[in-house]
Structure formats: C-alpha cells, structure tokens
C-alpha cells in the first residue's frame, strides 16, 4: 500500500523540494513534471471547456513556472492557450520554461502587460500567478488580474489554480481580500495546510506526484492525510460466523434529563457502524424517552457505586461517557465512579470533558491505565486545556499533542479539518465531511462511531482515525441540490448513509494522483 499523503505548511513543502534537489533530482525536473501532471488532469476532467482555449496566468516565480509548463503542454496538444503575465519571470527555471513555451504559442496570444479587461472566450483559466511561498496581500499587477479572474469565473469560466490559490496563504488558509477563489486546486506532492483550513477557496483538490519520491514523505512530523485505502485496510471484517459478543458490546453512558437524544444518536450510529450490542445508561427522567425512540438498544438507569459492575463493568467491551451527561454534580460523580469501576477502553465527549475545566491532570489521573480516546470541539477543547479558544482554532494541527500527552489518551479534536494526536506525537487528519455535520448531535454521532471501532480496533489512535473519516464519508454521501447547499439535511440522513458508508473501494488508485478531496460547500 502507498504511503499516506503528508499535510504540511509552506516552510515543511520547500523543505522538501530542497531534500529532493539536494539528493540529485533537478528542480527544473521537479517543476516540469509538475506542469505536465497538471496539465494531464486539466485535460481529463475539462476536457469539454478546452475547445473555447485556455487562459493561463503567470506569476514571476516558480509558481508562474509552473504555468508556463501547463500552456507549453497543452497548446502542444492542439488547445489554444493565452497566457497573460503579470510580471517577467524571475526565477531560472521558471525563464527557462518560459522560452519553451514562447516557441509553441503565437505571439499575439502572449500578454506581458496587463490589460485593463480579460474579456475574451476561453472557458477555463489556470492561476500560476503566486504559489506555496507567496504572503501578503497580493498587490500591483497580480492584484489587477486576480480581480478580473473574478469577473471572469461569474461569466461560466472556472479555475485551476497551482499549487494554492493565488492569495491563499498555504500555511494557514488565511485568504486576503484579493484572492483566486478556484473551481479544483491541483497540489504537488503534498497536501498544505491551507488547503484543509479554506476549503471553499479551494474546489475540489488534487495532489500530484512529481517524482519527489521519498522526500515527499520527509518524517519531520507533519501529519498524515487519512484516505479511503488507508481506512479499509484497517476496518476489521466481520466473520461469517460472528455474533454479538464477536462484534462486541457498548455502554454509552448519558442522557441527562432533558437530553435523551443524545445518547439514542450514538446509539443508532454504533449500531450503523457494525456494532453487536448496545446499552443506555441514562437518568431515570430519560430512561422512557431512550426505549420508546431506540427499541434495539438496552437501556438501565445511573447506577449507584454498588450497580457499576453489574450494569456497566462486568458487560461492556468499551464504554462511551459524555453525550448528554449534563454538567451537575450528580453527573460529575457519576463519571467519576464509572471510572473508578470500569478500567477498559473508554471514550469521553461532550459534557464528560467539559465537567474537568481547566482540570487535565485530574482527568488523567481517571483515565490512567486504559486505552483512552478524547473528542472535544475546540471549544470544549479550549474550556479542559485552559487555552484561549482562538489560539485552538489557529493551531488546532498542534495543540492536541500536548493535551494528548497529558491524557495519555487519543486527542480527536473535531472541526474542519479534524486532526487526531497520538500521546506519543503521532498525529493523523481527517478531511472527510461537509456542512451537514455542523449541527448539535453531530458529537453525538461520531461518539456511537467511535466507541465501535474503540471496542473492535486495538489501537485508540487507528480507531479514532477510522471513525472520523467514516463520519465524514457518510455526510458525503447524503445528496444535495445542484448547487451543493447542505440546507434541508438532517442529522438522520447522515446516519442513514453509515449503512454503506463501510465498503471501500480497493482498486488501485489512478497515478500521478495520490489523493484527492472534493468540493465542500454551497457553490459560490
């Protein structure tokens, strides 16, 4: 199996572009086979916009490079390519292809100053204008043509940018007033950082080998990007033979008064995601509530210090704490007897990690000795860490590892995209999902996934990984109107598409593609 694509931030991509040349591969290599591949898929997916021609946008670096590969190859295909630059090229390897392409292309479709329109015909526009190392606000000319890219794209032309879109700082997805909002992004080697924080600057993404080849996977600790390959090599089957205890057996502990629902959410997701047999343990006030709505579960009241064994300890194979708990007294001490009891695989979400504000050592001292996973939204995130909500937001690749190592549980901090933390530092992230799941019970949900796959997979880490990706692929799979707005959808539908959320496609992936994510969002 191919290794998983590497999520980095601007300064970990040119790491690895240096330990590539530095090794021997030519980096005017590296940036023709960029532009080739780019060039390949272009055709392939558009091939329908390409007899209107192309207009291709080049920048002074390499990013601009890039393009002038991109119009070379395709004008050498017989598509009528114009390119518009909005400044000569400045790097060597970018003048050099630049000389290449000026052979292939007429010179009256060749703009080296920038018109005061783009008016013309071509139905798709490739941005090569700023790529990986651009920051700052895009200004002067490349400012002018990002503006009339944007006129252009409301009159039915669409955008392929390079790398990352123009504007787009690729470390943190931050995009300026002035920046190419793309139709598809083709990315070279990696997958940035940017691309999973803005995805709706983005389109669809798309990363292409370029022949870095070992140095892609540069172990300097940037995490992984999960994948649908990765996920199904590690779903465990279910024998022909199997029965309950074989599919184990899960006690989601919750349901507050007033909040029922909750726990019968994670209960109809578990049971979606191949579990054997679940169990609510809920507030007496909640007890009817959860039997009448989830008929297939087992249900029992909050035990007493004498009733954990019996109802929870001696049955469960894993147990899930949290979804609807409420954040009393009584709930706190519930948790904490739970806990003291039931030493196996456990889950805390929701109100279980909001009751230990600015208390993760205390709660490490209750999870001690267990295979453990966390899956806070930042916010609960920020209230059990202690740290200012905006700084999770913009560092949610790092935070979770030192809250991981403080656990000594998986960390699956949720959000777009989600990053799982490892207490040994490994990190994993998951960019499956859409807007449907950003609605109350969505926790909920990926709680009953989670606790299954805590209880089949012996790695809390895999586990994690695994659930968040398959929460993610379900709400992928619910239709939406034509234009891609999720209005309409309810959590029930997402449940619902856990049902075939669980066969994966195992054939061999289409080279030079090593991974690929796609439109998320209302079309804009």
């Given at each position: 199996m191919r290794d998983l694509v590497r999520v980095v931030t601007s300064s970990e991509s040119a790491a690895r572009d240096a330990s590539a040349i530095a090794s021997g591969i030519p980096s005017r290599a590296l940036m023709q086979r960029a532009g080739a591949a780019a060039a390949a898929e272009i055709a392939l997916r558009h091939r329908d916009r390409l007899a209107r021609g192309v207009l291709v946008l080049a920048g002074p670096g390499n990013n601009g490079g890039d393009a002038w590969v991109v119009a070379r190859a395709l004008a050498t295909s017989g598509v009528r390519v114009r390119v518009v630059e909005a400044t000569i090229a400045k790097t060597p390897d970018a003048r050099a292809e630049r000389s290449l392409a000026l052979e292939v292309l007429d010179a009256s479709d060749v703009a080296s100053v920038v018109p005061q329109s783009l008016e013309s015909g071509e139905a798709l526009i490739v941005d090569g204008l700023l790529g990986t190392g651009g920051n700052g606000e895009p200004h002067g000319d490349i400012a002018r043509l990002i503006a009339l890219t944007a006129a252009l794209r409301t009159r039915d032309a669409i955008v392929v940018a390079l790398d990352v879109p123009s504007g787009l700082d690729a470390s943190t997805g931050v995009a300026h007033e002035l920046a190419v909002r793309a139709d598809l992004t083709l990315t070279f080697g990696t997958i940035k950082r940017g691309h999973l924080m803005n995805r709706e600057r983005c389109g669809a993404i798309v990363a292409l080998d370029i022949g870095l080849g070992v140095h892609a996977s540069l172990d300097d600790g940037a995490p992984l990007l999960v994948d649908?390959?990765?996920?199904?090599?590690?779903?465990?089957?279910?024998?022909?033979?199997?029965?309950?205890?074989?599919?184990?057996?899960?006690?989601?502990?919750?349901?507050?008064?007033?909040?029922?629902?909750?726990?019968?959410?994670?209960?109809?997701?578990?049971?979606?995601?191949?579990?054997?047999?679940?169990?609510?343990?809920?507030?007496?006030?909640?007890?009817?509530?959860?039997?009448?709505?989830?008929?297939?579960?087992?249900?029992?009241?909050?035990?007493?210090?004498?009733?954990?064994?019996?109802?929870?300890?001696?049955?469960?194979?894993?147990?899930?704490?949290?979804?609807?708990?409420?954040?009393?007294?009584?709930?706190?001490?519930?948790?904490?007897?739970?806990?003291?009891?039931?030493?196996?695989?456990?889950?805390?979400?929701?109100?279980?990690?909001?009751?230990?504000?600015?208390?993760?050592?205390?709660?490490?001292?209750?999870?001690?000795g267990r295979p453990a996973i966390v899956t806070p939204h930042p916010m609960e995130f920020a209230r059990l860490s202690g740290l200012d909500l905006q700084h999770v937001l913009d560092n949610r690749f790092e935070v979770g590892k030192e809250l991981a190592a403080t656990l000594n549980a998986v960390v699956l901090l949720k959000g777009v995209p989600t990053v799982i933390a490892a207490p040994n530092g490994r990190r994993l992230v998951s960019a499956s999902g859409t807007p449907a799941l950003a609605a109350a019970g969505s926790g909920d949900v990926l709680s009953g996934i989670s606790g299954t796959m805590l209880a089949q997979v012996d790695d809390p880490f895999v586990a994690a990984a695994i659930a968040a990706w398959v929460h993610g692929r379900a709400a992928e799979r619910v239709p939406v109107t034509g234009t891609g707005d999720v209005r309409g959808i309810a959590l029930e539908d997402v449940v619902n598409e856990l049902r075939d959320s669980w066969t994966f496609d195992d054939r061999p992936g289409r080279y030079p593609v090593i991974a690929e994510l796609p439109i998320v969002g209302a079309a804009t």
């Amino acid at each position: 199996m191919r290794d998983l694509v590497r999520v980095v931030t601007s300064s970990e991509s040119a790491a690895r572009d240096a330990s590539a040349i530095a090794s021997g591969i030519p980096s005017r290599a590296l940036m023709q086979r960029a532009g080739a591949a780019a060039a390949a898929e272009i055709a392939l997916r558009h091939r329908d916009r390409l007899a209107r021609g192309v207009l291709v946008l080049a920048g002074p670096g390499n990013n601009g490079g890039d393009a002038w590969v991109v119009a070379r190859a395709l004008a050498t295909s017989g598509v009528r390519v114009r390119v518009v630059e909005a400044t000569i090229a400045k790097t060597p390897d970018a003048r050099a292809e630049r000389s290449l392409a000026l052979e292939v292309l007429d010179a009256s479709d060749v703009a080296s100053v920038v018109p005061q329109s783009l008016e013309s015909g071509e139905a798709l526009i490739v941005d090569g204008l700023l790529g990986t190392g651009g920051n700052g606000e895009p200004h002067g000319d490349i400012a002018r043509l990002i503006a009339l890219t944007a006129a252009l794209r409301t009159r039915d032309a669409i955008v392929v940018a390079l790398d990352v879109p123009s504007g787009l700082d690729a470390s943190t997805g931050v995009a300026h007033e002035l920046a190419v909002r793309a139709d598809l992004t083709l990315t070279f080697g990696t997958i940035k950082r940017g691309h999973l924080m803005n995805r709706e600057r983005c389109g669809a993404i798309v990363a292409l080998d370029i022949g870095l080849g070992v140095h892609a996977s540069l172990d300097d600790g940037a995490p992984l990007l999960v994948d649908e390959a990765w996920v199904g090599a590690r779903v465990p089957s279910i024998p022909a033979d199997a029965h309950k205890g074989v599919r184990k057996k899960i006690a989601i502990v919750g349901g507050a008064a007033g909040m029922a629902g909750a726990t019968v959410l994670a209960a109809r997701a578990a049971m979606r995601s191949g579990v054997g047999m679940v169990k609510l343990v809920v507030a007496p006030e909640s007890l009817g509530a959860v039997q009448e709505a989830e008929p297939y579960a087992l249900a029992a009241q909050w035990p007493g210090d004498d009733g954990v064994d019996q109802v929870i300890a001696n049955w469960a194979d894993a147990v899930i704490i949290g979804p609807g708990l409420g954040r009393h007294q009584e709930s706190r001490a519930l948790l904490e007897r739970t806990l003291r009891h039931w030493t196996g695989p456990t889950l805390l979400d929701a109100d279980a990690l909001t009751l230990f504000e600015g208390d993760a050592r205390g709660l490490a001292k209750l999870l001690a000795g267990r295979p453990a996973i966390v899956t806070p939204h930042p916010m609960e995130f920020a209230r059990l860490s202690g740290l200012d909500l905006q700084h999770v937001l913009d560092n949610r690749f790092e935070v979770g590892k030192e809250l991981a190592a403080t656990l000594n549980a998986v960390v699956l901090l949720k959000g777009v995209p989600t990053v799982i933390a490892a207490p040994n530092g490994r990190r994993l992230v998951s960019a499956s999902g859409t807007p449907a799941l950003a609605a109350a019970g969505s926790g909920d949900v990926l709680s009953g996934i989670s606790g299954t796959m805590l209880a089949q997979v012996d790695d809390p880490f895999v586990a994690a990984a695994i659930a968040a990706w398959v929460h993610g692929r379900a709400a992928e799979r619910v239709p939406v109107t034509g234009t891609g707005d999720v209005r309409g959808i309810a959590l029930e539908d997402v449940v619902n598409e856990l049902r075939d959320s669980w066969t994966f496609d195992d054939r061999p992936g289409r080279y030079p593609v090593i991974a690929e994510l796609p439109i998320v969002g209302a079309a804009t």
